[in-house]
């Protein structure tokens, strides 16, 4: 029996605690019917179905009772923002990307905000419209991740073939402008990697319009079914004043009712210039946080609908600043080959300007420098404030990069959705926050 787990720094461990791991069963139910109570410790996860990844917490039961609960996190740990410090600032970009690798393209954009922010440049007009673009259809893919799973783990499979199966729609238009369906790199420090492909818009109001007819049969599934809303009302309620003390943002704030939505309160990317609401719900419980998600897609249908009078509006304009000692020294285009170098643009830099392939390899091999300085940049995630601070000596790399994802925050508010309610509700708390471990182990 192991009790060393459970009792923290300086505590001595109680003996009424029982760990269900390294000891025989029949031990410890001999040794607990000689008690008068029935806490026992058990773990959920690292490896279970329903944590979201690789969490693992240590749930104190009475009964069926959560008394306590300890998140452990640290299993996915990747190293991104130190690796960050050995790679050049556009090199950067394939780093965060793969933090939180639902909603990767949120990770691209703060960071390069942060970047651009100390560099002093504004991208293009095109540029902010195509980032917009591929964020809320990231925004959408992230949150029917997060319906579609939490629906899962409360035995509403349903609920997450719709969802996996519009996702899937979502990953595709990111596949055709990108080029990859997940860590995708695609913003870049000053605008993006490349404009829309040949029949981009199309693609994208064909997006629109399915959006429209099926994220409503979500709505169908779950919003008046009994059995969904008796799992999800007044479960793991979490008010206005413990959202702010534990720095809980996105839809877990907003369901308790207060409008914090950067893309409104501190607009970045041109979203001053979109019409669209802040989703709130007057119920701080797993329910208002379902129905802020589920509100919040039929904002980004509507913030894409004016993406592309935008795009028709602005074609032929450039999607990357001109500074040649900044911007990438690219001109992608799809060949039978694949995605790559266009052959106009191997041909200048192979085969008749030395001075072009000389800026060719220092741009791509050393970097451009950035002045000395730190920022801190945030975007509104899906799942809520998404932050980065970034620190230049003025070289050509990072002195210090690091991420706050609101993952992160929101795992240290598990305690307090949780305890005092049964072992049952730990599955839609947890997913009502929508922890991505990518984000939150970095």
Known sequence: MNEDLYAGPGEKPADHVYMTQGSDWDEIVQGQAERSDETIVVNFGPHHPSTHGVLRMVLELDGETVLSVRPGIGFLHTGIEKNMEYRTWTQGVTYVTRANYVASIF????????????????????????????MEVNRLGSHLVAIGTGGLELGASSVAEVCLREREICLEFLQAVTGLRMNNAYIRPGGVAVDMP????????????????YLPEVAG?????????????????????????????????????????????????????????????????????????????????????????????THGQPVMVEDPHIKWPAQLAIGPDGQGN???????????????????????????????????????????????????????????????????NHIQAIPALMEGGMLSDVIPALASIDPVMGGVDR
């Not at 072009?356 to 945030?378: C, N, R, S, W």
Request: charged share 25%.
């Open 342 to 408: 266009s052959h106009e643009h191997i041909k200048h830099i192979m085969g008749e300007s030395m001075e072009a392939l000389i800026h060719h390899f220092k741009i791509v091999t050393e970097g451009f420098k950035v002045p000395a300085g730190q920022v801190y940049t945030a975007v509104e995630a899906p799942a809520g404030e998404l932050g980065m601070h970034l620190v230049s000596d003025g070289g050509t790399r990072p002195f210090r990069a690091h991420l706050r994802d609101p993952g992160f």
């Open 107 to 134: 990770n691209e954009a703060v960071y390069c905000l942060g970047v651009e922010k100390l560099l002093g440049i504004e991208v293009p007009e095109r540029a902010d419209i195509m980032r917009v673009m591929v």
């Open 221 to 313: 599934f779950c919003n008046t079914n009994p059995v969904f809303r008796a799992r999800m009302q007044d479960v793991a309620t979490l008010d206005l004043p413990a959202c702010m003390a534990l720095g809980v943002t996105g839809p877990p704030l907003r369901a308790a009712g207060y409008p914090w939505d950067l893309r409104k309160t501190q607009p970045y990317c041109g979203y001053e210039n979109y019409e669209f609401d802040a989703v709130t719900w007057d119920a701080p419980d797993c329910y208002g946080r379902f129905r802020v998600r589920l509100e919040e897609m039929n904002q980004s249908v509507r913030i894409l609908k004016q993406v592309i009078d935008k795009l028709e509006a």
């Open 198 to 213: 040949g029949d981009g818009v199309e693609r994208l109001r064909a997006l629109v319009s399915r959006m429209e007819k």
